[in-house]
């Protein structure tokens, strides 16, 4: 089945700093691959997906790159602010459901 | 348009005790996911389900736990027999539609504890 690896678990950065999460997948057939951001207590929100037939998107300060080749794709946060600071999970979905990875802890520090 | 709704917000059972954890998916979803999130760990896959069919179970822990979503109302997460190693946050999410590429929305959890 599907395993997602995600590196790295902990990552420090000064306020204004950019921040990158990587992942990597082992199934060929997922062509989904979401992103979450969990603060402490709540639910999982979305924050920014990619399709397989793109290699590229991007929301204002996040950007997300996914080369289908290599089976890895990579979570780009620009300009960090305290307030993104959370653990943030990647995924993969080989059909319906998600493979998660087992998630960044981000500190962005003032 | 309501979110994913789920309850109770937090749920105490005593070893030996059974849990029932509700999800209504949002409006106009008619796919459900549950997902474990154990403390301090990452959110594990356990059960996809479409109105009155289980479509992929192969998270699901092979005793005392199974999952339904009826026709009417909403998907139940049934525990038999809780013991301590069960205690975690249990989310649902839900999608419009199947094919692998849709948005799912995670509704706020069901924390679950065993004493």
């Known amino acids: 089945g599907e395993n997602v690896e995600q590196h790295p678990s902990t990552l420090s950065v000064q306020e204004g700093d950019s921040a990158v999460i990587k992942c990597t997948y082992s199934d060929s057939a997922s062509n989904y691959f979401p992103w979450y951001k969990q603060e402490l207590g709540k639910r999982p929100q979305l924050i920014i997906d990619?399709?397989?037939?793109?290699g590229e998107k991007k929301d204002q300060r996040i950007a997300v790159t996914l080369n289908k080749t290599a089976k890895h794709f990579s979570l780009h946060i620009t300009e960090t602010q305290p307030e993104d600071s959370a653990v943030y999970f990647c995924?993969?979905?080989?059909?319906?459901?998600?493979?998660f990875g087992q998630g960044t802890e981000l500190s962005v520090k003032p | 348009n309501a979110g994913v709704m789920q309850n109770p917000r937090h749920l105490v059972r005593r070893r030996g005790q059974e849990a029932r954890l509700r999800c209504s998916p949002m409006k106009g979803h008619s796919h459900v996911y549950w997902y474990r999130q154990l403390p301090e760990e990452g959110l594990k896959f356990m059960v996809y389900?479409?109105?009155?069919?289980?479509?992929?179970e192969s998270g699901m822990p092979k005793e005392r736990f199974s999952a339904e979503f009826p026709k009417e109302g909403p998907s139940i997460l049934r525990i038999q027999q809780v013991v301590r190693g069960d205690s975690a946050a249990y989310f649902c999410?839900?999608?419009?539609?199947?094919?692998?590429?849709?948005?799912?929305?995670f509704g706020p959890g069901t924390r679950l504890l065993v004493l």
């Open positions: 990619i399709r397989s037939n793109v």
């Open positions: 999410a839900s999608s419009p539609s199947a094919g692998g590429q849709e948005t799912q929305y």
């Open positions: 389900l479409q109105k009155e069919n289980i479509i992929d």
């Open positions: 995924a993969a979905s080989p059909g319906g459901k998600l493979i």
